[in-house]
Every structure is written in C-alpha cells, then in structure tokens.
T-cell receptor
Framework: QVQLQESGPGLVKPSETLSLTCTVSGGSIINYYWSWIRQPPGKGLEWIGYIYYSGSTNYNPSLKSRVTISVDTSKSQFSLKLNSVTAADTGVYYC?????FGSGSINYFDSWGQGTLVTVSS | QSALTQPASVSGSPGQSITISCTGTSSDVGGYNYVSWYQQHPGKAPKLMIYDVSNRPSGVSNRFSGSKSGNTASLTISGLQAEDDADYYCSSYTSSTPVVFGGGTKLTVL
C-alpha cells in the first residue's frame, strides 16, 4: 500500500519561499499524477496543483504565479515551492496521489500524506 | 472556480441516517460523474469514502453511499455510529480547473 510523507520547515517568514517535499514509499511514482492540497486552520481544502511523473504540471489559477511543483523519480519524491508567502498561506499542506482519467483530468485523491503544518510568521 | 456548496453542519443520533448535499453547476457536479467524498477526523488527513458518485473503495463501510441528481450530489450515512463524527468534503472534476472541493460539512453524532 502506497504511503506518502511530507517534510519541510514548519515556519516560514513572510515574503520568503515555502518548500516542501513528499516522499512516496510502498509503491511506484511512475505512471501516476501527484498533488499538493492545503487546508488553512479551521477551513476547507484547496487544491494547489499536480505533477505527472514525467514532469508535466497543472496549477490552481489562483496560485499559479507563485507555485512550482517538481518531481525526482530517482528518489520517489515530488516537491512544492510557493514563493512570496503571506499569513494567508498558513495551514496544513498535504501531498496526495491522484486517480485520473484522460490526460491530466483529476478524478479523486486515493492516498494522502499525514499533512504538515506550515506557519507563515516573522 | 467557486467552491461546491455544502451545509455547514448536520447532526443525527446513533442508528439514524443523514444526508449531506453538495451543490455545483453543470460545469462540475452536473456535467460529470466524477464526484468524490472525503471524511476527515480532527488532526487527520482526509480519507476517500466515495468516488465516481457512488462507488466505495475497498474497506469503506457499506453504510456510506453516494448519489447524484442534476447539479447536486449527496452522501448518505445510514446506521450512524459515534466514529462517523467528522468533517466531510465533496469534490468534483470541473471543466475549468481540474478539481474543486466543497466547503465541508461537520457531522455531529448526538
């Protein structure tokens, strides 16, 4: 059964770059799409973006100008960078495996990491 | 892309049935059979409960069922149990952005 684990700093200063990595184990990173999803404290889920193992990406239009997702298949990892962060970017960040149809069309998220809390504060 | 609309809260007593609605548009819920539901307990990651409107992943209790009519999808939980007390989120494929979530519904088992 595939497992995902997020890692990265829990505290980021305003205007700096949030960087997280998701390590995939118990299954292959190949032939899947992988996503980042976040949840502000006490609020709902927001899709950030996804990456295919080959490197193609798609981002939420509301975050597109600040987001980069990359993949390292040799390490079974994919990463998130969100630049110019503000307090509004504070929340729990999840990585997840995507079940898809067609080319890059998201159906659902079938495996999730435990999540990591990132606080934006000086 | 606006979030799908869910009631903020629902409640029920043990043994009863409840239904959570998820309303979208013809560009998402109404246009495709790619609606999924997630259960989230406090401090935990979401867990997939229903996919493709009405399918249950292996291991999910058959007390959970999904349906859709027009632009509204529904999650029904029968025989409520204390462990069902959690937040529930719907999501759907959309023709604009790849996916949209509902705002979430807090289920309280009285």
């Amino acid at each position: 059964q595939v497992q995902l684990q997020e890692s990265g700093p829990g505290l980021v200063k305003p205007s700096e770059t949030l960087s997280l990595t998701c390590t995939v184990s118990g299954g292959s990173i190949i032939n899947y799409y992988w996503s980042w999803i976040r949840q502000p404290p006490g609020k709902g889920l927001e899709w950030i973006g996804y990456i295919y193992y080959s490197g193609s990406t798609n981002y939420n239009p509301s975050l597109k100008s600040r987001v980069t997702i990359s993949v390292d298949t040799s390490k079974s990892q994919f990463s998130l960078k969100l630049n110019s962060v503000t307090a509004a970017d504070t929340g729990v960040y999840y990585c997840a495996r995507v079940d898809y149809f067609g080319s890059g069309s998201i159906n659902y998220f079938d495996s999730w990491g435990q999540g990591t809390l990132v606080t934006v504060s000086s | 892309q606006s979030a799908l609309t869910q009631p903020a809260s629902v409640s029920g007593s043990p043994g009863q049935s409840i239904t959570i609605s998820c309303t979208g548009t013809s560009s998402d819920v109404g246009g495709y059979n790619y609606v999924s539901w997630y259960q989230q307990h406090p401090g935990k990651a979401p867990k997939l409960m229903i996919y493709d409107v009405s399918n249950r992943p292996s291991g999910v209790s058959n007390r959970f069922s999904g349906s859709k009519s027009g632009n509204t999808a529904s999650l029904t939980i029968s025989g409520l149990q204390a462990e069902d007390d959690a937040d529930y989120y719907c999501s759907s494929y959309t023709s604009s952005t790849p996916v949209v979530f509902g705002g979430g519904t807090k289920l309280t088992v009285l």
